[in-house]
Nanobody, 126 residues
Framework: QLQFVESGGGSVQPGGSLRLSCAAS????????IGWFRQAPGKEREGISC????????AYADSVQGRFTISRDNAKNTVYLQMNSLKPEDTGVYYC???????????????????WGQGTLVTVSS
């Protein structure tokens, strides 16, 4: 079964940092763009960052640009999201998704597959 397992979430104060992990199960990440998405309370899920398979090119939504860094370790079949300078508006459940191809479309994987994992909850509050 193809799935992602997201982890690393937690509760932090504004200005804090977290590192999220997204481990793939049942398939290899090689050759696929991978994206991070989040869903804030009462809002729709939104894409926030993408990393391509070729050259590891990255892209970010304006809301996280300069604060978040996406990376991948194909040997570990895992994608990461380093989140710094966290804000209350970053609160939400974070998910990852795989694109059908190796490249991103803006800051989401091109033609990504919506078979979501359980996500990992990030809460930013003082």
């Amino acid at each position: 079964q193809l799935q992602f397992v997201e982890s690393g979430g937690g509760s932090v104060q504004p200005g804090g940092s977290l590192r999220l992990s997204c481990a793939a199960s049942g398939f290899r990440l090689d050759g696929h763009a991978i994206g991070w998405f989040r869903q804030a309370p009462g809002k729709e899920r939104e894409g926030i960052s993408c990393i391509s398979s070729s050259f590891g090119s990255t892209a970010y939504a304006d809301s996280v640009q300069g604060r978040f860094t996406i990376s991948r370790d194909n040997a570990k079949n895992t994608v990461y999201l380093q989140m710094n300078s966290l804000k209350p508006e970053d609160t939400g459940v974070y998910y990852c998704a795989r694109g059908m191809y190796y490249y991103c479309s803006g800051y989401v994987p091109y033609k990504y597959l919506e078979n979501w994992g359980q996500g990992t909850l990030v809460t930013v509050s003082s």
